[in-house]
Antibody, heavy 117, light 110 residues
Framework: QVQLVQSGAEVRKPGASVKVSCKTS????????IHWVRQAPGQGLDWMGY????????NYAQKFQGRVTMTRDASISTAYMELNTLISDDTAVYYC??????????WGQGTQVIVSA | QAGLTQPPSMSKDLGQTVTITCTGN????????AAWLQHHQGHSPKLLSN???NRPSDITGRFSASRSGNIDSLTITGLQPDDEADYYC???????????FGGGTKLTVL
């Protein structure tokens, strides 16, 4: 079955960077875009962008442009999301999602990122 | 980034039917429809219905979606305790060239 397994929780200081990984299995990695969605405490879901696993091209939400980089390593079926210049408002659970079933069909388990001095 | 509009909360009795609405515009819901997600806190969200109002194979027929113009709706029949969750709509926005979410609807089953 389709599985997306993310890296573990991270704690960072303001101004630092964080890189989250998302290892996929159970399907052909290049068949489905990988999106990143986050949820801050008490807030709703927030789409950050996607990476095309086939060609590596990306599309970022405007609010994250210049601060986020999404990449992939197709040889190990893994996608990455790096967020720079962290602020406290970046404290959130970050999810990777495979776009299948005509939507956000398969989700990783989430990675807690805490930004605190 | 402009989002989609959902009622923040709804409550219904066990066994009843609830309909959650998602209001967008001609660039998102009106153009391509909305997908629906169920999110139990502490777990990952789950896709209930895609933009064509089709359910993944593991989703019960108690969940159904429909669209009229710029409004998409999720209907849940025969409410059960486990249906108590947050529900989100999402849609591709042609103007923003990205995905947008609704603010989420917290459903309480009484």
């Amino acid at each position: 079955q389709v599985q997306l397994v993310q890296s573990g929780a991270e704690v960072r200081k303001p101004g630092a960077s964080v890189k989250v990984s998302c290892k996929t299995s159970g399907y052909t990695f290049t068949d489905h875009y990988i999106h990143w969605v986050r949820q801050a405490p008490g807030q709703g879901l927030d789409w950050m962008g996607y990476v095309n696993p086939n060609r590596g091209d990306t599309n970022y939400a405007q609010k994250f442009q210049g601060r986020v980089t999404m990449t992939r390593d197709a040889s190990i079926s893994t996608a990455y999301m790096e967020l720079n210049t962290l602020i406290s408002d970046d404290t959130a659970v970050y999810y990777c999602v495979a776009e299948n079933w005509g939507g956000f069909g398969s989700w990783g388990q989430g990675t807690q990122v805490i930004v605190s001095a | 980034q402009a989002g989609l509009t959902q009622p923040p909360s709804m409550s219904k009795d066990l066994g009843q039917t609830v309909t959650i609405t998602c209001t967008g515009n001609s660039d998102n819901v009106g153009a391509q429809g909305a997908a629906w997600l169920q999110h139990h806190q502490g777990h990952s969200p789950k896709l209930l219905s895609n933009r064509n109002n089709n359910r993944p194979s593991d989703i019960t027929g108690r969940f159904s979606a429909s669209r009229s113009g710029n409004i998409d709706s999720l209907t849940i029949t025969g409410l059960q305790p486990d249906d108590e969750a947050d529900y989100y709509c999402s849609a591709w926005d042609n103007s923003l060239r990205g995905w947008v979410f609704g603010g989420g609807t917290k459903l309480t089953v009484l």
